[in-house]
């Protein structure tokens, strides 16, 4: 058995709009907290490496998402290796080829374990022991996968058929694209087919050798797109262009389908990607009458239900097998049976611009976050909450004034270079073309509302002089 420490590949991209408005384009679900648990599931993917020697993990996501995983890491206090940052999303192959160019210019050639931040798993010791038998075929230059033991004919999920046996796992023998009811319950009765989890474990170059042997394209784009790169912060930022002419592909189709070298790890974990409102429900703790009730709910004569509320209290009365879902500035009702079409309403919402598609009503930004209260024709209310020690960027606005109220903690406010500190209850006003800004120098959160006046109140409305997060 290997003593190599493995290096842990977290695959945070994607938009997750299957489960709007839960998740959103700007904050999609692997960056909440979808089944009641305390940590966000790409919080709960980096603790399940706890167990497995590892190095600090190398973190994929995409430029719009890249300080809210900063913060989710920060809030662990775990080592990182850094955030590759993905100028757009291209699939899978592109995304690890980046990670496995990444790795070895770090150290040799190291084993990378290849997870998503987005999965839910119940069984963490079944998830540990899978990778420690799959170790052994990875550094054997083997591409291993995990196949999660199939209990039911699930249509959401691709198959991959076990061939012969090898050591704790198979050979693959074929890959099944998502298939319909019928097909999916001839594959489970056959007993020979695991869901395809979107997990693997293998060596840098031998992902990288088989990429360029069958798909050449992707591997040179990818290679270019390493070769001018540099570091932001902890960010890791590869060039644009060179990435933006990168081919499109899946690592199932790109390579693990035509490799001959491929194996899968059966994993029986309790594993579930939560890409649909059935599969939340399914994971998530439950009542007598089978209703899942997350926030403040109360019910009656209720069944079968997901029901979740991120504020208002919400109530039903003699319904069943509903989803209902109320954010701060949406609600979703739907027929359990028909949630998946929630994508027509996405596709709607795009069509008419709707920022509802893409920003939740509390919005993060690398020094805190902002809660848009209130809008009206010429105003806008927002309460605004300052990290510690954190400071926003040296700006101007050319359409609004500005006046903020601070609510709690200590705010230091710069106008014009005039410096003034603010605690509770204490208000100043900032004229439009004013350059201005705000830090908080304290120990606790700063709190404040700000309510923006102007004939234009648009957030592109910043001229930044100085920004210590390196914003344009």
């Not at 299957?18 to 907290?33: C, D, E, G, T």
């Not at 046996?165 to 198979?170: A, I, L, N």
């Not at 997350?294 to 991120?310: A, E, F, H, P």
Request: hydrophobic content about 40%; overall charge negative; glycine content about 6%.
């Amino acid at each position: 058995m290997t003593h190599e420490k493995v290096l842990p590949i977290i695959m945070a991209g994607g938009s997750g709009e299957r489960l709007w408005p839960l998740s959103r384009a700007h904050y999609p679900k692997q960056f909440l907290s979808l089944t009641g648990n305390e940590h966000t599931m790409l919080q709960q993917t980096l603790l399940r490496l706890q167990g497995i020697e590892h190095q600090p993990p190398l973190i994929i996501c995409n430029e719009a998402h890249r300080f809210i995983a900063a913060e989710q890491v920060r809030q662990l206090n775990t080592p990182h290796s850094g955030i590759l940052l993905e100028p757009e999303g291209k699939n899978t192959a592109p995304a690890i080829a980046l990670a496995a160019f990444t790795a070895m210019q770090k150290e040799s050639d190291p084993l990378l374990l290849v997870l998503a931040a987005d999965h839910a798993i119940k069984d963490v010791c079944a998830f540990q022991t899978a990778v420690q038998r799959a170790l052994k075929h990875a550094v054997c230059d083997k591409l291993v996968t995990f196949g999660i033991v199939a209990d039911k004919p699930e249509t959401g999920y691709g198959y991959i058929k076990q061939g012969s046996p090898v050591d704790g796992g198979f050979v693959i023998e074929q890959f099944i694209e998502k298939p319909n009811k019928l097909l999916a319950e001839q594959l489970i009765s056959s007993g020979e087919y695991c869901w395809n989890s979107g997990m693997f474990l293998f060596r840098a170059s031998c992902y990288l050798n088989a990429l360029q042997v069958h798909r050449p394209d992707i591997y040179h784009a990818c290679e270019k797109a390493m070769y001018i790169h540099n570091h932001d912060l902890d960010f890791i930022r590869v060039d644009q262009s060179a990435f933006l002419a990168c081919p499109s592909d899946s690592i199932d189709y790109a390579v693990m389908e035509k490799a001959d070298n491929a194996v899968v790890i059966p994993m029986d974990a309790g594993w579930s990607d939560l890409g649909s409102f059935e599969a939340l429900w399914q994971e998530a703790d439950k009542d007598r009458n089978n209703n899942a009730l997350l926030g403040d709910v109360i019910v009656n004569n209720t069944s079968g239900s997901l029901i979740q509320s991120d504020g208002a209290l919400v109530t039903t009365i003699g319904v069943k097998d509903l989803v209902v879902l109320a954010t701060q500035d949406a609600v979703l009702v739907a027929d359990k049976q028909y949630a998946s079409n929630v994508k027509n309403i996405v596709e709607r919402l795009k069509q008419q611009g709707r920022q509802e598609v893409t920003e939740h009503r509390e919005v993060y930004r690398p020094w805190g976050k902002y809660d848009l209260i209130d809008v009206g024709e010429r105003f806008q209310v927002k309460r605004i909450t300052v990290k510690p020690g954190a400071k926003l960027s040296k700006q101007m606005h050319h359409h609004r004034a500005e006046h903020w109220v601070v609510v709690s903690g200590t705010a230091k406010v710069v106008i014009d270079d005039v410096t003034q500190y603010l605690t509770e209850n204490e208000s100043v006003y900032i004229p439009i073309t004013a350059v201005h800004s705000l830090e908080n120098p304290g120990k606790v959160a700063l709190e404040l509302i700000e309510v923006q006046s102007g004939g234009y109140l648009g957030e592109d409305d910043i001229v930044r002089f100085e920004d210590k997060y390196n914003r344009s």
